[in-house]
């Protein structure tokens, strides 16, 4: 028997999908219901009925499951970016290590024995709030028609104002506060998407946790240079955003596109410099403390870095001891960012190669090879299906180890190709994906490779993604 829309059901939750919504079944028809929580009995909404399954929306928890917690930010339903907030910390990683698992079973094809043994305990995090060093915040105007920063209530973009993210640092509001008065006081319009008109669009922040330097990003939708400035009265704003502690660096990036791309192509800084600078320290694998040693860098505005500092360290050091490097092999490290990877390996490599599709990104990476006087490192610019197949076919260039850490789509086919033709002895992937994680290492399993570790380090906690690391090991000698 089927079910229709508004249709109201009780359900016990039992399993959580890849995107957060609990799973109940309810004769034998399934229900994904967000915001519900595995073990909560519920009575929920049906908001889409389809033949065998429907999602539906929570309407009243009857008996909470045991690992169901109070949410700290009341914005967590509306919001969606936390989709597992009311979920115990312990019981998100045990959910993300099931998700990996699942995925290396279902879209890798691997036996979920073989599974069990190659994969290692996901790693955690101690304090599992205000980790992410960076923070994009849209603009908008809210009902009474101030500017207004917060977020995208979950799928539109209608922005609900909230400048205390419970995942971001504590000086956001300040600075958005910041920024949000000046709009008022000298009537600086907000982007509005509909219509495509007004001025500020996004503000991008970002810290340095071990440094303490932030940046801060306006993205723009004029480009008013011509005007001497990019914005009316911006030695005001700049006054007052530079008083802010650890203030380095204010710019702004102009987009004028109609996207959903946050930043533009180019940057410009209006104050101070390019960037923030911070360390990453390198630690014992076995229990995560310090070695005393760091690699400092320099990040500018469209450069990635990764978004969870203390988890990084973790997983740098993860990806060290799967290279295994001694000091003679050579190295590619593909999809290498501002080059954080590459430097990591460095010390314990004979050479080691970048490539990375952002021209700024490649500058920060060459610059932060200088800073940190290593020698034994460069990096090329381009897309790494373009660059590594020609390297290889043309300079017949090698490695012993190759690292990937593509974007969530996973490598592209002919970076896979290269890599079987290059045959390197070692794979790291660094993903944070697992679904394109698994598709990309059945293939590079049935072109020669075995995986022998697998582990999962919660870079994201209170949202659904996960971040891996996986050793492949070629099995032909
Ligand atoms: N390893 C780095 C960056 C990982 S994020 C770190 O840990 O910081 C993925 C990186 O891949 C980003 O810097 C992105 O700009 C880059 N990228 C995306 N598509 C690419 C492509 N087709 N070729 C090369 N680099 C790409």
């Avoid at 969606?80 to 312990?90: F, H, N, P, V």
């Avoid at 979950?154 to 958005?176: F, P, S, Y």
């Avoid at 295994?324 to 080691?352: H, M, N, P, R």
Wanted: aromatic share 8%; glycine share 8%.
């Amino acid at each position: 028997m089927g079910y229709e829309k508004n249709d109201i059901l009780t359900v016990k939750i039992e399993d959580m999908s890849n995107d957060g919504e609990g799973i109940g079944k309810a004769d034998g028809y399934t229900l994904f219901v967000k915001d519900a929580v595995i073990g909560d009995t519920v009575s929920c909404r049906i908001t889409k009925a389809k033949k065998n399954y429907a999602y539906a929306r929570l309407e009243r928890i009857l008996e909470p499951s045991l690992v169901r917690v109070e949410p700290r930010c009341k914005f967590h339903r509306q919001c969606g970016g936390c989709q597992i907030q009311a979920m115990d910390y312990r019981a998100q990683l045990a959910y993300k290590q099931n998700k990996v698992r699942n995925n290396l079973i279902r879209i890798g094809g691997f036996e979920a024995a073989y599974a069990e043994k190659i994969m290692e305990p996901i790693v955690g995090m101690e304090d599992c709030f205000h980790y992410r060093n960076k923070a994009q915040f849209p603009i908008g105007v809210d009902k009474q028609g101030n500017p207004a920063a917060g977020f995208y209530a979950g799928r539109t973009h209608d922005i609900i104002a909230n400048t205390d993210c419970a995942l971001g640092v504590e000086e956001n509001k300040e600075i958005l506060e910041c920024i949000l008065a000046y709009m008022k006081k000298y009537h600086v319009p907000a982007y509005q998407e509909k219509t495509g008109e007004g001025l500020v669009r996004h503000v991008l922040i970002r810290k340095g946790f071990d440094s303490g330097e932030i940046m801060v990003c306006l993205v723009l939708n004029e480009d008013r240079e011509k005007k001497r400035d990019f914005l009316p009265e911006q030695d005001r704003l700049v006054g007052r955003l530079k008083e802010i502690r650890g203030m380095t660096s204010v710019s702004v990036s102009i987009n004028t596109e109609q996207t959903n791309v946050i930043m533009g192509k180019e940057v410009y800084v209006i104050w101070g410099k390019r960037g923030i600078t911070d360390t990453i320290h390198i630690l014992e694998t076995e229990n995560f403390t310090r070695t005393g040693r760091g690699i400092s860098f320099l990040i500018s505005p469209l450069s990635f870095y990764q978004v969870n500092p203390v988890q990084t360290e973790k997983l740098y050091s993860l990806v060290s001891e799967y290279a295994g490097l001694g000091g003679t092999e050579t190295v590619w490290d593909v999809y290498c960012g501002i080059g954080t990877i590459s430097l990591f390996l460095a010390g314990a490599a004979k050479q080691v190669y970048g490539v990375e599709a952002v021209p700024q990104a490649v500058e920060d990476a060459r610059e932060n090879a200088a800073r940190n006087g290593i020698g034994n490192v460069e990096f090329f610019v381009g897309k790494a299906e373009e660059v590594l197949p020609e390297k290889y076919e043309k300079e017949g260039v090698y490695a012993e180890v190759i690292v990937v850490d593509p974007p969530r789509k996973g490598c592209d086919a002919k970076v896979i190709a290269a890599m079987l033709q290059m045959r390197p002895e070692r794979i790291v992937y660094v993903s944070c994906d697992s679904a394109t994680l698994a598709r990309d290492v059945r293939v590079l399993c049935d072109g020669g490779y075995e995986v022998s570790r697998v582990r999962g380090v919660d870079q994201f906690c209170h949202t659904v993604h996960v971040e891996c690391v996986v050793l492949m090991s070629r099995v032909e000698k």
